[in-house]
């Protein structure tokens, strides 16, 4: 997996603060360059005396850590929100919805907010969420595959007395190069001839392809919505993409020698088949494409994906919905206070607000194992994605991790800022109701960011 430098790598230190429950082991590194105390305890097999002792010594230590970092001068806050409050003043005065606020993630304290309940539309930053989710519920090892199967057990003398399934379990990315790749690990099998079928198998998801295209009035066009089921491939260019698929298998395998005595359709793998040969993607570099460079087809297609990991297959936007919904529940997020319907932000009918980011952006950064590969998914200020033409020579430049969003009348960023004390602060912005173009919008963003990386605390 090629990765951008982590926090630790960068100089910035992760520290886990999840619950210490029953059984569990703690780890925890004080973040302060010249302090380096690191716990491990198992508190399940300490004595009660023992147990009370530690948890006594653990609060300690969390309450000489929050004095360390706690310093931060409330007269510098007060210039901060000065500062931020006349970055937003112009857009807030001429009329437009603005809902912004920014957080410290050790101390989970909040350094500026403006109407940060307020109930706005996302867009694209909605694929921040579905990343959370993903990762939360799938994990950072999970690997997204497209596999062959076959009905015949024996494969005698190279031949496939039977058919060839080639069934995709959502994998957005899956393409030409990949299927070669594929293809040739079956010819590495030694098969001469298949008797029956080739098969292409897209029954991990439902066949509703276009998510919610004409479904609410008012909404995102339909030539917007992209072409979504669980046999994805070339970015689903063509009508239908499970039949390309298998075409090309068809036609790798014939250059590769193989005789094929049957045809190519639509179906579905029986069970017990045999699998003889897999391609996959890892989540870490579907979810860097999906968040770089804000992949509608890619957001979709892992909301439905997770939701069929949640619930069961087939994948729907309905199950996608449910597991969100779990997802932001574990979070403390109130349901009644957002509505996420697709995993993509092409909706107008996604709302949110600033609270709800925070939330979802403290869990991650508190997440030892995926929050190095939640960060690095996304954009890079003045380096990488959708950021990598903004904030180009400010101190923002390579500080600014963060999701863009745009649709008509909509303009959003939200993410981490790396500031001038080398601590993480979270962020979000969002400009709703405004007209033409959204660059203004964006200049007004890049101000607010290049402010949080410009600002220091002691």
């Known amino acids: 997996m090629v990765r951008f430098p982590s926090l630790k790598e960068r100089g910035v230190p992760a520290c886990s603060r999840q619950a210490l429950g029953r059984g569990e082991v703690k780890t925890c590194a004080l973040k302060n360059p010249k302090i380096n105390i690191k716990l491990k305890i198992n508190l399940y097999h300490q004595p009660m005396k023992q147990k009370k002792a530690l948890l006594f010594l653990l609060t300690l230590i969390f309450l000489f850590q929050s004095l360390v970092f706690g310093q931060i001068k409330e007269s510098r806050v007060e210039l901060l ?30 350094l500026y907010e403006y109407k940060p309940e307020t109930e706005v539309i996302p867009a694209s930053i909605t694929k921040l969420i579905t990343a959370a989710c993903s ?31 080639i069934k995709g379990f959502g994998d957005p990315d899956f393409s030409s190069v990949d ?10 099998l030694g098969i001469k001839e298949i008797t029956g079928n080739i098969i292409a198998d897209e029954s991990f998801f439902d066949n509703d392809y276009y998510t919610l295209s004409n479904s609410y009035k008012g909404d995102t066009g339909p030539s917007y919505w992209p072409l979504v089921n669980a046999l994805a491939f070339n970015k689903n260019k063509s009508r239908n993409p499970a039949l390309s698929a298998a075409n090309e298998l068809a036609g790798n395998l014939t250059s590769g ?6 045809t190519i359709i639509e179906g579905t793998t029986p069970k017990g088949s045999k699998e003889i040969a897999k391609f996959s993607h890892t989540i870490y570099d579907v979810l860097s494409n ?14 439905k994906l997770v939701g069929a990991k949640y619930k069961d297959s087939p994948g729907t936007i309905s199950k996608g919905q449910e597991a969100i ?18 995993g993509s932000g092409l909706t107008r009918y996604n709302k949110v607000n600033a609270d709800m980011y925070m939330k979802v952006l403290k869990y991650m950064y508190d997440d030892r ?23 180009i020579g400010t101190q923002a430049e390579g500080n600014v991790y963060g999701k863009t969003g745009t649709l008509n009348g909509v303009s959003s960023l939200t993410g981490y800022v790396i500031d001038k004390d080398n601590e993480v602060l979270l962020f979000f912005i969002v400009m709703n109701g405004f007209g033409g173009n959204a660059n203004s919008m964006r200049s007004v963003q890049d101000t607010f960011c290049e402010t949080l990386a410009g600002f220091s605390g002691k």
């Open 135 to 165: 990762l939360s519920k799938l994990g950072q090892s999970y690997n997204l595959s497209t596999i062959v199967y076959t009905d015949d057990y024996n494969m005698k003398e190279g031949i496939i007395n039977g058919n060839l399934y």
């Open 179 to 188: 299927l070669k790749d594929l293809s040739d690990n079956l010819l590495k």
């Open 81 to 110: 929100q000065q500062e931020l409050d006349s970055v937003i003043a112009p857009v807030r005065e001429s009329g437009i919805t603005v809902c912004a606020k920014v957080m410290h993630a050790d101390l989970n304290k909040t």
């Open 290 to 303: 999906m968040c770089k460079e804000s992949d509608n087809h890619s957001a979709i297609t892992m909301f």
């Open 325 to 342: 919904q779990s997802f932001l529940t574990e979070l403390g997020v109130d349901r009644y206070s957002y509505e996420i319907l697709e």
């Open 257 to 262: 020698g193989v005789k094929m005595d049957g």
């Open 369 to 391: 194992f995926l929050f190095d590969y939640f960060m690095n998914a996304l954009s890079i200020a003045g380096k990488e994605g959708t950021l990598r033409n903004r904030m």
